[in-house]
């Protein structure tokens, strides 16, 4: 056993032996921790390619800055080139990597990953390859005017500005001429504005005849000024550019075409080269294009703001930021419940409604009010009518009366009354029943919002995944591992991602289309909107304690009949049903009565004559006298036809009608509780579900593509996987928003929309849920003390 111990011990030294020790000297251009960051990626990614093969060393004070010092950097550069303690040198920068292509030759292998384009440094790029002795590079094959073409598609303009630190304007002050030159030929005046030092008052310097800026990186630049700039520029309504660095279009610039620094890809892409050349390559050998991923980035924001809007074509093809303008206050789903409520002209038509019927209810008790009535009348016979001569009829007479007339019994006025009362409170709770459906269709419609712009994006992100396919094939196409055929075939999937992506985008705008109606808002407004996430303490509170009661079948079933009792008492279907029956009932009662019930009316009237022509020689005379009389009647049908039997049969078989539906009703009511409660169980671990289905989806999808790109799968494989992957990210975003959905038709059908509000009170829904479920019976006779209470 020892002797084994030894030889192993010895085959490890020997190993370790055999492994070449690098050392390996780094500059950045800056010294703040974004810099030691990003030389720390770049170190991490050469260890890994490294490891078991060479041992590699980084000297504390082999490991240098240059503080954005042109000067400085040169002599840190002349350094570690001629500092015999250092094997390899690698700039991490692109002021030091710039300040790398302007030397004739290096001393050792040196490493410029961060050179911004090399036609601007000078130089002539021949093939893949550097022309420099011992240095490898890495660059992108863009070109200034390329960018400034793709500017001035989106945003005509002549007079160009471009902020560039000062330190890179001087590495490119030899071809900034010739760039002048070539905008003046494509119709752009364009000039530089160096930044030497942070400064907050930076956009007061640019020209006032300036109608386009472009930036490139300002490293020197603080956060807080850079704000103050691109706030000042979108002030001034200046469309802008980013040069290399899309990310700052979040940050407020309107326009980009590069991918945001892929430090990871830029640092394995040099990793590759310096391990080709620690086995003996040689530096200027290595390749020197990075293929980094070039896409328009908009800032919508920013093109409301200063007055831009580009064509639908350019949007289809960008990546676009902001793309809703936001409003204060946003919509939320708490909110989009109370406001339908309020603005819903469904609801609101209905309160005026329920206001009309309640005059129908004072109409009909006005009949048993005093009814009083005053005439006023004047009459003229002919002079030789008969009556007049002989003094019988006065010739010309004014006169008026005061009638009055009160029921002192009419069984068929009182049925009405009573069954007015009742079918008014029918139509209240016909508009309750409206409100909550409107709160459901509101939220629902908010829901189903949030579904459209997910699907939007995802359509969107699969879209760019499409475009990145395409790249994909093309790699494959020059590495002689396929043909033609898959280049083709991803185009033919790019612009059917694209199709897709114009319907997901029809659909949100359609979403809230149909909000704004239900709102009672422009149906072409648009607005900002909050996601609804399961983790809001207010809706996980009460829907983890919901949930609870469903992990067994004896609490299930408690909860399933508190929720039934809980709906069949709060529906107001069941209460305007009911409302009717009682309004049947009277009628039936009213017309049995019929048979024997009188109507009683008391009546009197007094007249008066004002004033009269009546002939003398009568003796008779009526002027100024006053007339009264008085009675009470009595009436009772005796025989209508049949009308009255025909009349209680209908009212019989009327209640009976309402009687079935009622039943009907109750009936549908649980089973449509009993539905929700099912679907919700099923829904709701379908959340979890998906979303593994979505994480193993993606998994695949990324293994499955790095083979492609390899040539080890063929286009059917990767686009299986991609579809897998697009249905279930789909499928993950559904199922949340299902769920919520579910649980918004369960709380409709139960006619109570507490359950997702964070109510913890006694009288709560979820807390008299939880009570009934750990103790029916004490429950039980507790609501019906509290019912008894109520009454």
Do not use: C
């Not at 863009?142 to 590495?171: C, G, M, N």
């Not at 003046?184 to 640019?206: C, M, N, P, R, Y």
């Not at 009949?561 to 009213?590: C, H, I, P, T, Y």
């Not at 579809?723 to 559904?734: D, I, K, P």
Request: a neutral charge; zero cysteines; glycine letters at 4%.
């Amino acid at each position: 056993m020892k002797n084994i111990a030894v030889v192993l011990l010895l085959g490890y030294f020997s190993l370790l032996s055999a492994q070449s020790l690098i050392r390996i000297g780094t500059l950045t251009d800056g010294s703040d921790p974004e810099w030691k960051a990003q030389r720390d990626t770049f170190v991490s990614e050469l260890a890994k390619v490294a490891e078991g093969e060479f041992i590699l060393r980084f000297p504390k004070n082999k490991q240098l800055r240059g503080n954005f010092s042109v000067d400085a950097t040169k002599q840190q550069i002349d350094a570690l080139e001629n500092d015999p303690d250092v094997d390899m040198v690698l700039l991490v920068g692109g002021i030091s990597s710039q300040l790398a292509l302007s030397k004739n030759s290096l001393r050792k292998p040196t490493f410029a990953p961060f050179i911004y384009n090399v036609t601007l440094s000078g130089l002539t790029q021949s093939g893949n390859f550097s022309s420099i002795k011992n240095l490898n590079y890495l660059t992108d094959e863009s070109t200034l005017q390329d960018e400034i073409h793709t500017f001035k598609r989106i945003v005509p303009f002549r007079h160009l500005v471009i902020l560039a630190d000062e330190s890179q304007y001087r590495l490119f002050s030899k071809t900034t001429e010739q760039a002048i030159r070539q905008s003046q030929q494509d119709g752009v005046e364009l000039s530089f504005l160096t930044v030497a030092q942070s400064d907050d008052s930076l956009v007061s310097k640019i020209p006032p005849n300036t109608e386009a800026v472009m930036l490139a990186p300002l490293p020197r630049l603080s956060e807080k000024d850079k704000k103050i700039l691109y706030a000042g520029l979108i002030e001034r309504k200046l469309p802008t550019y980013a040069l290399g660095e899309s990310s700052r279009v979040k940050e407020g610039i309107l326009l980009s075409q590069t991918l945001s620094s892929d430090t990871v890809k830029r640092a394995r892409s040099t990793a590759l080269n310096m391990l080709a050349v620690m086995r003996g390559d040689k530096a200027e050998k290595q390749p020197v294009v990075f293929a980094q991923k070039r896409s328009l980035y908009i800032n919508m924001a920013t093109a409301r703001s200063i007055g831009i809007f580009p064509r639908y074509k350019v949007l289809e093809n960008a990546v676009v930021i902001n793309a809703e303008e936001e409003k204060e206050p946003k919509l939320t789903f708490d909110t989009v419940a109370k406001e339908a409520i309020h603005a819903n002209l469904g609801i609101i038509a209905g309160q005026l409604g329920v206001e009309s019927n309640l005059e129908n209810v004072a109409e009909v008790r006005s009949v048993l009010f005093p009814h009083i009535s005053g005439e006023l009348s004047y009459s003229q016979l002919n002079r030789d009518n008969v009556y007049v001569e002989n003094g019988f009829y006065a010739e010309k007479s004014t006169a008026g009366a005061l009638k009055v007339q009160q029921i002192l019994f009419s069984e068929r006025a009182l049925a009405n009354l009573e069954i007015q009362k009742e079918l008014h409170i029918a139509v209240e709770e016909q508009q309750r029943t409206l409100e909550l459906e409107v709160i459901k269709q509101a939220s629902t419609m908010f829901l189903n919002m949030l579904v459209a712009q997910t699907q939007y994006r995802i359509q969107t992100d699969n879209l760019t995944l499409t475009r990145n396919n395409l790249e994909l094939a093309k790699g494959r196409v020059e590495a002689g591992t396929t043909d033609m055929s898959d280049v083709y075939y991803w185009e033919s999937a790019i612009a059917a991602a694209r199709q897709n992506v114009l319907y997901a985008k029809a659909e949100v705008d359609k979403a809230k289309d149909a909000l704004n109606r239900i709102l009672n808002r422009n149906v072409g407004d648009r607005f900002a909107v909050d996601s609804v996430s399961m983790d809001d303490p207010a809706i996980r509170k009460n829907l983890d304690t919901v949930l609870e009661m469903l992990t067994d079948e004896n609490r299930y079933n408690a909860v399933e009949k508190f929720l039934v009792d809980e709906g069949l008492s709060r529906s107001g279907e069941l209460r305007q049903l009911s409302a009717q029956l009682s309004a049947q009932k009277r009628q039936l009662l009213s017309e049995e009565r019929a048979y024997y019930s009188p109507d009683v009316v008391v009546a009197a009237e007094a007249s008066r004559v004002f004033d009269e022509t009546r002939n003398k020689a009568s003796g008779i005379s009526l002027e100024d006298k006053t007339d009264w009389q008085a009675g009470v009647k009595l009436s009772l049908p005796l025989y209508e036809g049949g009308g009255r039997s025909a009349r209680s049969s209908r009212a019989r078989l009327n209640l009976q009608q309402t009687q079935i539906r009622y039943s009907d009703t109750k009936l549908a009511i649980e089973q449509r509780i009993r539905s929700d409660l099912h679907t919700i169980g099923a829904s709701y671990p379908s959340i979890a579900l998906a979303a593994q289905s979505a994480v193993a989806a993606r998994k695949s999808f990324n293994i499955v593509r790095e083979n492609y790109a390899q040539g080890t799968r063929s286009v059917s494989d990767l686009l299986t996987a991609q579809n897998n992957a697009l249905v279930a990210e789909q499928s993950a975003t559904t199922t949340r928003y299902r769920f919520l959905i579910d649980t918004l038709q369960l709380q409709r059908d139960i006619s109570n929309f507490d359950f997702l509000l964070d109510d913890t009170t006694p009288t709560g829904l979820v807390s008299r849920m939880k009570a009934f479920a750990l103790n029916p019976d004490a429950s039980k006779r507790e609501n019906q003390n509290r019912q008894g209470n109520k009454q």
